[in-house]
C-alpha cells in the first residue's frame, strides 16, 4: 500500500490548489503508522495468511512479561486486540503454520523463567490453545520450518546456560520429539532453511560470541559442522537471498559493538565470503524486499539505538541509505507485508519512552504509485471533487484531514475512488468547504 499527501487549499470560496502534480517518491522512505495498543520489545510478528501481521508476547521498559497480542490490519491501518496467551513470555519464537495457525514456544517470564509451555494461536476465531510443551526449557533459541511442515527448536539458554539440544514439533500430533543436539551450545544465533532444505545455524554466544555454523539434515536428524564465519559473532541477522546464498549482518562480537563487514554464506561451497561493511552493529532486523534487495533497520552502536536503514543489493554486494525511522529502535520487529511494505514495531529505545508502542512503514522507491492530480470541482452544497490519474485498473482509497499530524487511523475515510475512463479515477469529499484547508492520501492497494 503507497500512500500520497495530496495538498488543498480553500480560500474565500475559491479553490485554490497548493500543487497540482503529486510527485512520486524518488527514494526509499517512511511513513509514520498507527502505533500498538500495548507498548513492547522482545516479542514476536508473524504475517498471517490473511495479510494480517499477529504480534505476540514481549514485555514492557518496566520488563512487565506481556501475554497480550494484537492485530495489524494493512487495510484499516490498525491494531486492534486478539486473545490473550496462557502464559506471559519475552525470548520466545512464533512460526507459521501450514494450517495457518501460529505456534508459540518458549521464552521467558518472571514467574518460571526459562519457559517449556507452547502455544497455538487460530487466526479464524482469535483463540489461543495449549500444545505440547517443549522437552527442554529454553529462551532465545531458533524456529525454522521444515519442507516436512514439522518445526525444528535448537539451542537456546536453559537455566542461564546455553543448550545445545534440539526437539522437533509435529503440528499432526501436536506433540515435541528430541533430535539431533547441536555440536555447540549456543544462544543469540540464527538459523536459515536453505534451498536443500537443510538448515543453517550461525554464531551465537556461548562464553563469548562465536564463528562456528552447523547444518540439520532433516532426512539423518543429525548436524554437521560447516565453514566458519570469518567474525565470530551473536545478535546478527540471517536472510536467504533469492540466488540460494545467506546474508549475515548486523553482529556484534564479545569485545566491541562496531559494525562487522557483512558475510555471504555459498551452501554448494559450504564457505563465507566478506561482503559490504553497513552501520548497524547489533540485532538490526533484516527483510528481504520483493526487489531482491535486503532492508537492514534500526539495531544498537556506539551511538544509541540506530534510526537509520541501509538497504544490501546482491548485484553489487553494497549498501546504500535507506531513509531514516522516526525512532531508534532495537529489539524490534520488521515484517514483509502482502503489498510489499515493511511493517517496523516497537522495540527499544534510549529515550523516554524507553520501550516503544510506535510503528512504522517502509515504502521502496522501486515500489513507488505515481499519483497525478487532474482537477478539482465544486458540486452542489458545497462538495468537492477530485480527479487524479495513476495506473489503469488501480484499487485506490482515500482519506481526509485537516490536521497532517494526526495518525492515519483519526483520519476521514473518504472511501474507493471511481475508475471513470482507463487511469482517470475520482472521490469525492462533503466536507471540504468545511474547513480553511484539507489534506488527503491516496492509497493504492
Not at 495538498?7 to 490548489?17: F, I, T
Amino acid at each position: 500500500m503507497n500512500n500520497r499527501h495530496l495538498p488543498l487549499a480553500l480560500a474565500l470560496g475559491a479553490l485554490a490548489l497548493n500543487s497540482s502534480v503529486i510527485h512520486p517518491a524518488m527514494a526509499d522512505s517512511w511513513v509514520t503508522n498507527s502505533p500498538m495498543i500495548t507498548a513492547r520489545e522482545f516479542h514476536t510478528a508473524t504475517l498471517l495468511p490473511n495479510g494480517e501481521v499477529l504480534a505476540v508476547g514481549g514485555e514492557t521498559g518496566s520488563q512487565e512479561y506481556l501475554s497480550s497480542a494484537e492485530l495489524y490490519d494493512a487495510v484499516a491501518v490498525t491494531w486492534v486486540a486478539t486473545g490473550l496467551q496462557t502464559d506471559a513470555r519475552a525470548y520466545h519464537t512464533a512460526t507459521l503454520l501450514p494450517s495457518g495457525q501460529v505456534l508459540v514456544a518458549g521464552g521467558h517470564n518472571s514467574t518460571t523463567g526459562s519457559l517449556s509451555s507452547a502455544e497455538l494461536y487460530d487466526p479464524a476465531t482469535g483463540t489461543w490453545t495449549t500444545t505440547g510443551a517443549l522437552n527442554t526449557a529454553r529462551e532465545n533459541h531458533i524456529a525454522a520450518l521444515l519442507p516436512n511442515g514439522k518445526v525444528l527448536v535448537a539451542g537456546g539458554m536453559h537455566d542461564y546456560s546455553p543448550s545445545a539440544s534440539a526437539e522437533l514439533y509435529d503440528p499432526a500430533t501436536g506433540t515435541w520429539s528430541v533430535t539431533g543436539a547441536l555440536n555447540t551450545g549456543r544462544y543469540h544465533h540464527t538459523a536459515t532453511v536453505l534451498s536443500n532444505g537443510k538448515v543453517l545455524v550461525a554464531g551465537g554466544w556461548n562464553n563469548g560470541s562465536l564463528s562456528s555454523a552447523e547444518l540439520y539434515d532433516p532426512a539423518q536428524g543429525a548436524w554437521t559442522e560447516t565453514g566458519a564465519l570469518t567474525n565470530p559473532q551473536h545478535y546478527h541477522t540471517a536472510t536467504l537471498l533469492a540466488n540460494g546464498r545467506v546474508l549475515v549482518a548486523g553482529g556484534a562480537s564479545s569485545t566491541i559493538i562496531a559494525p562487522f563487514s557483512a558475510e555471504l554464506y555459498d551452501p554448494v561451497a559450504e564457505t563465507w565470503t566478506v561482503t559490504g561493511t553497513p552501520n548497524a552493529a547489533c540485532e538490526p532486523t533484516a527483510t528481504l524486499l520483493p526487489s531482491g534487495k535486503v532492508l537492514l533497520a534500526g539495531g544498537l552502536a556506539h551511538g544509541g539505538f540506530l534510526s537509520s536503514a541501509e538497504l544490501y543489493d546482491p548485484a553489487t554486494g553494497a549498501w546504500t541509505g535507506a531513509g531514516t525511522m522516526s525512532s531508534g529502535r532495537w529489539q524490534h520487529t520488521a515484517t514483509p507485508l502482502t503489498n510489499g511494505r515493511v511493517l517496523v514495531a516497537g522495540g527499544g529505545s534510549n529515550t523516554s519512552p524507553f520501550c516503544l508502542s510506535s510503528s512504522e512503514l517502509f515504502d521502496s522507491a522501486s515500489g513507488a504509485v505515481s499519483f497525478h492530480l487532474t482537477s478539482v470541482a465544486k458540486l452542489r452544497e458545497g462538495t468537492i471533487q477530485l480527479t487524479f490519474s495513476t495506473t489503469p485498473g488501480a484499487k485506490c482509497t482515500a482519506l481526509a484531514t485537516t490536521n497532517l499530524a494526526l495518525p492515519f487511523s483519526n483520519w476521514t475515510a473518504l472511501g474507493g475512488a471511481t475508475e471513470v475512463s482507463p487511469g482517470q479515477f475520482q472521490f469525492i469529499d462533503p466536507q471540504a468547504t468545511n474547513s480553511p484547508q484539507r489534506f488527503y492520501v491516496v492509497r493504492s492497494q
